[in-house]
DNA sequence: TACGATAATTAGACTAGTCTAACTAGGAGG
DNA sequence: CCTCCTAGTTAGACTAGTCTAATTATCGTA
């Protein structure tokens, strides 16, 4: 009793085997460090210390060679590593139509990263998307445009009411990276290219919103230089023909 | 040139390094091991081992007591990091109004465990939003229920067209968990309690869409013992008066 | 009862990342 | 020219987490 338990930081790693044992005690009964070695992917000679740690910690009853209990400060710690990882699940799943397993991913090394806060906007977010009309509607427009058909402009048949219109409109009033002069500045507003090249346009920082000058662009139109939060970058035309920017006033 | 340059994994410290350095070449055109200690809150002895490791990497050019710059590959990697920051914190702020602070601290975590796929989701949610009139509908009406007065039932004041009548409705079809009798089933639909005891609802696994179960009910009403997710939870009359459930057909 | 299989633990090595403390290189001023 | 200051490095310790290999405990059964 006088056993004052520790109260030190509890790892990514422990929080990962607390939300392990706990998903064992639940669907079986028992957590064994077997199944918990198994579950997790690393041997049992790594889950032994673990669990001296857990138990150091006062998060799990724990006499060795036995089975493992957690203690009421273990449940909850659990319970709140399972609620995070629930929630931002079904957001990368159910909201942003993430693939199923990169979701499960993403989802379990998130949870260890992310402020209270963060969750609590979550949720109401999932509360008003299920409360308000608007907010299934969106989310049905949302899921026609990134989801049924992402290697085709989506929203140019799919998407009911505005978007076909707005989207050509949007379109229409504005230009691409490529038609851009030295000198003149843009605001990205959509990147057009799909698959690698997307990928490739958006792992160089070009996300919409961002600002892009051309410093200079070569005699044939190809590889286009520009600077982009500070740094210069050179694109093929090709890539360029892929952003849609909105031209800004050169000062 | 016959320079090998391992193509070991880049961890998140080393990561993180590399966007240091390019933000102190982008802001002060050169990036010194003292600096690098000051932005990343860490002594000089631990960078220089971590210029070493990122120097065999291939990722930047370092000759000792020199000034650090960045190879292509390098920058390219920096970039990368950058770009997911940059869209994770703007996802946090500027949608789910994260307080600036904690959402930059999340977008630095989060930063490097989120797949290619997620941040191309968020783009293509982003561009969405954008571009379609109802987006910024739902963006703004959201803003009004999440944000600006987070401490009072804020639909019921702010949300303008449907928000207050349809939550009036989900209200009234439905009932408080605090309501149900000991073996009925319901649906979580909606935390209403708000400030600390909302999170401690969250952090007990109580989300939106969850199944619980009464199990029983202390005769005064008082201490009621769910089953959530397979596990046993007791709450006070006062928390269950804060959810909201959609009974469930009891099989 | 003893044996073999299975489960668990321990010992010892390794990596990554941090720290403190001691040392070194290089420049500016007296 | 020497000295001192600053920036940077190195040495050595420590933590957390993993591994392999060897050891120990337990249980069921012949």
Redesign the interface.
Known sequence: MGHHTNDGPITESLEDYLETI?ELI??KQVARVKDIAKIRGVRMASVSPAMHRLRDLGLIVYNQREYIQLTPKG??VA??V??HH??LR?F?RDF????KK??E??AC??EH????????????????M??????S??QE??KN??EVNPELPA?MEE?AR??AQ??LE?EQGNSLLSELEPGEKGKI???KALGAL??RL?????????MVEVERVAPSGDPIWLKV???N?SLRKQEANGILVERQATA
Request: with cysteine; glycine share 4%; charged share 25%.
């Open positions: 706990y639940r669907d449940e909850q319970r709140k399972i609620a629930e929630i079904r990368l942003l139509h993430v693939d990169i979701a991913q993403d090394q998130i990263h992310i402020s209270d806060q963060t969750i609590d906007r979550l949720v109401r977010f999932f509360e008003f299920d409360t308000c009309p608007l907010g509607q969106v427009m949302f445009c990134s929203c998407c505005y978007d707005m989207r949007h507003l959509h990147i997307r990928q958006i792992d160089m920082g070009l996300l919409p919103q961002t939060r500070g740094f970058i």
